[in-house]
């Protein structure tokens, strides 16, 4: 019976050493364990600031969809006078599809500002319109192929062609919303709509040309024409001395 008690003792002491040291060693871990979680979360954030905006917390294409707050930026082809009509068709068919063009210039604060919420209107609208931009005075056929029918009367311009017309965005600049609306649907009650004009030719440009330097013919002119009434006084003149010599 004594023995029993005595063994029962010792158990009891035994469990309890063992308790205490487990207690030890849980009090001792724990700090490491929370320091260490704390630097994962450090990291995560460290991590997630330097990914791009447009890649945060978006998973499937359902999320994209449903978050209001997601941002794309798509591609927006660059055009040039060589290369204009031959992508957009504008004036021959449209047969590439719908365009929605800018026209903007590397010194202009506000195109300069626009240009990322450019990018985010051609994400709006992958697959559906193709967005793009021209850079001017470079590519100076193209601007004065539309500032002559009024069609850009500023910089950034915002130029929409389909169905063989071109419609001048009027809107907000600063709203991809708006600007992406337009495209899809808004353009059906805009104002200023108008045929696409033809492209500008040698041609054009030589008559051009010599409309801008038509004073310079002015004085050539002048004594042409002093010379020829000179002339033609002179003539008369001798005419009429030859006629008294006659007997």
Not at 27 to 33: G, N, V
Not at 35 to 45: F, V, Y
Not at 82 to 92: L, N, P
Request: with cysteine; glycine share 6%; proline share 5%.
């Amino acid at each position: 019976m004594n023995d029993h008690r005595v063994l029962s003792s010792n158990s009891r002491w035994q469990y309890s050493a063992w308790g205490l040291a487990l207690l030890l060693l849980v009090m001792q871990t724990l700090p490491h364990t929370v320091a260490a979680h704390g630097a994962r979360e450090h990291t995560h954030a460290h991590v997630s600031s330097n990914v791009p905006d447009q890649l945060k917390a978006i998973d499937t294409e359902d999320e994209m969809n449903l978050n209001p707050r997601f941002v794309y930026e798509g591609e927006v082809v660059k055009l040039t006078d060589k290369t204009f009509e031959h992508a957009t068709q504008a004036s021959t068919g449209q047969t590439t599809g719908v365009w929605f063009v800018r026209l903007q210039a590397p010194g202009c604060r506000i195109c300069q500002k626009q240009s990322r919420k450019w990018r985010q209107v051609a994400g709006r609208l992958e697959e559906k319109v193709v967005v793009a931009e021209v850079e001017v005075p470079h590519n100076a056929k193209v601007l004065k192929r539309f500032t002559k029918r009024g069609l850009a009367t500023s910089l950034p311009s915002m130029l929409l062609f389909r169905d063989r017309k071109v419609y001048p965005y009027l809107g907000a600049r600063d709203s991809v919303d708006q600007m992406a609306a337009f495209a899809l649907e808004g353009y059906k009650t805009a104002d200023g709509v108008s045929p696409v004009p033809p492209e500008i030719t040698w041609l054009d440009e030589f008559l051009e040309g010599m409309l801008d330097r038509a004073w310079l013919f002015v004085p050539i002119a002048s004594v042409l024409i002093v010379g020829l009434a000179i002339g033609a006084h002179t003539v008369r003149g001798g005419r009429k001395h030859a006629d008294l010599k006659l007997p």
